[in-house]
């Protein structure tokens, strides 16, 4: 065989190789496009969305421990120190529809307290859209005029009833212009005992809501609200007004209120002591507003992580609550805070003191 032969057999033997690999080759399947997970501003920080969805999700919450000492409550109580320890998980959901934003806004809170006590609760479930809101929150009464001050103890003072269902509108006129009308659950549906329970008597299978309704105007430095509570059982009702002043690193606040007939208690002018005969020797409204009871308050901003906060609360009835305590914030959404408080109940005759050491982290 000549070398002409064998190139030529050479040539033809490798056309032959490639033509068998072309038609055995594997082809490589185009990778699936990764999808990332979108933030979503539209609703304020922390949403984005749930992947394949249109829906916004945003997820927090809180750890708290604190040490109390006394009970600045109830001056019958034998707890002289209380170790308290809090979870709380909040998931929050937003989707843009034709009528604005459809929102959830949910919150399950877990407690464990020194000596094994536990609970888990629903905090808050609750449907809002175009300014109607639907399920469990803080009634109107609290929610919608801020509490009372920025201290732990701000309600020694009963200033309204919390966790209940609602049905629930707010306007917001975007000029400082504001109004809220609640029907809120009674929690009495079967009951034959109204507020309180102890000291009143109210009526079986009751079947109205309570009410709420109030406005406000907010104006520059100056807040003004007023709002007022309806009690469908006793038939008796509340009315408190605020005005808040905020100056930067000066805030303050001003609030009253007044009983519709102060020889009675009621959801809106109640007491946290109105089932303790010690503390009530009379009746429960000895340890409610009687006519009238006012909050007021300030917090200062000492330096960019330390905060005073002070409260002090009266009511017609005689009771005295003071607060006073540091807000210190070493580092972001880390909060280290000891509070004491003071509280004396005339009719009893009997005051307290009381200490808490807090330390909050939310997420």
């Known amino acids: 065989m000549n070398i002409r032969s064998l190139l030529l057999g050479s040539a033809a033997a490798l056309a032959a190789a490639s033509g068998a690999q072309a038609a055995d080759a594997i082809v490589a399947a185009e990778p699936e496009p990764l999808e990332y997970v979108r933030i979503c501003d539209a609703y304020g920080a922390g949403y984005f969305f749930i992947p394949g969805t249109e829906t916004c999700l945003k997820i927090g919450g809180r750890v708290r421990t604190e040490g109390e000492w006394y009970d600045a409550y109830n001056p019958s109580s034998k707890n002289g120190t209380l170790w308290h320890t809090r979870a709380e998980l909040s998931i929050d959901t937003a989707t843009d529809t034709e009528y604005g934003p459809l929102k959830t806004n949910t919150v399950y809170r877990w407690d464990w307290q020194e000596g094994g006590t536990t609970s888990t609760k629903l905090l808050w479930a609750n449907i809002s859209l175009a300014g109607f809101t639907v399920g469990k929150l803080d009634s109107q009464y609290n929610l919608y005029m801020g509490y009372a001050g920025n201290v732990i103890n701000d309600d020694v003072v009963y200033d309204g009833p919390k966790e209940l269902n609602q049905f629930t509108y707010k306007y917001d006129a975007g000029n400082g212009f504001t109004a809220v009308i609640s029907l809120e659950d009674s929690n009495s549906s079967a009951d034959t005992s109204s507020y309180g329970g102890a000291w009143q008597t109210g009526k079986a299978n009751h079947y109205a809501p309570d009410v709420v309704a109030g406005a406000g105007y907010k104006a520059g430095a100056w807040t003004l609200r007023v709002i007022g509570g309806y009690d469908s059982i006793v038939e008796e009702g509340a009315v408190k007004a605020r005005i808040d002043a905020d100056f930067g690193d000066f805030k303050a606040f001003l609030m009253g209120g007044w009983n519709t007939d102060g020889d009675k208690l009621n959801k809106y002018a109640g007491s946290y002591l109105n089932t303790n005969r010690a503390a009530c020797p009379t009746n429960g409204a000895d340890c409610g507003w009687g006519d009238w009871a006012f909050w007021t308050g300030a917090s200062y901003q000492l330096t960019p992580k330390l905060q005073a906060n002070a409260q002090v609360a009266y009511t017609d009835s005689k009771i005295f609550a003071a607060t006073a305590n540091?807000?210190?914030?070493?580092?972001?959404?880390?909060?280290?805070?000891?509070?004491?408080?003071?509280?004396?109940?005339?009719?009893?005759?009997?005051?307290?003191?009381?200490?808490?050491?807090?330390?909050?982290?939310?997420?």
């Open 326 to 363: 540091v807000a210190w914030r070493p580092v972001k959404d880390l909060l280290i805070e000891p509070e004491v408080s003071y509280t004396d109940w005339d009719a009893a005759d009997q005051d307290q003191w009381a200490g808490v050491l807090r330390f909050e982290r939310k997420f």
